[in-house]
Nanobody, 115 residues
Framework: QVQLVESGGGLVQPGGSLRLSCVASGIIFSINHMGWYRQAPGKERELVASIFPSGFRNYADSVKGRFTISRDNAKTTVYLQMNSLKPEDTAIYYC?????????WGQGTQVTVSA
């Protein structure tokens, strides 16, 4: 059974930082293309960052230069370092494979950027 457990969200002021973590189990983590997705109220879920098994990274234009995705295969964990946060980054953040698998969605972690 696959489990993806996200953590690290919270309330932060504009310009602040957060580091999200996602621990995976039930998959061969090291061979999977992993991604961070987010869903804001009233909007569709979107992929914001991904990292290939090789370490190559892709970012959505909206977060490029502010967010950094990384992975630790030994810990089966993918991270998202978020800097210079903006109110429009407010969303529930999820990790999943790329492309995602519907059965893999976890509970997500809420990120709220507000003064």
């Amino acid at each position: 059974q696959v489990q993806l457990v996200e953590s690290g969200g919270g309330l932060v002021q504009p310009g602040g930082s957060l580091r999200l973590s996602c621990v995976a189990s039930g998959i061969i983590f090291s061979i999977n293309h992993m991604g961070w997705y987010r869903q804001a109220p009233g909007k569709e879920r979107e992929l914001v960052a991904s990292i290939f098994p090789s370490g190559f990274r892709n970012y959505a234009d909206s977060v490029k230069g502010r967010f950094t995705i990384s992975r630790d295969n030994a810990k089966t964990t993918v991270y998202l370092q978020m800097n210079s946060l903006k109110p429009e980054d407010t969303a529930i953040y999820y990790c999943n494979t790329v492309p995602y698998k519907n059965d893999y969605w976890g509970q997500g972690t809420q990120v709220t950027v507000s003064a």
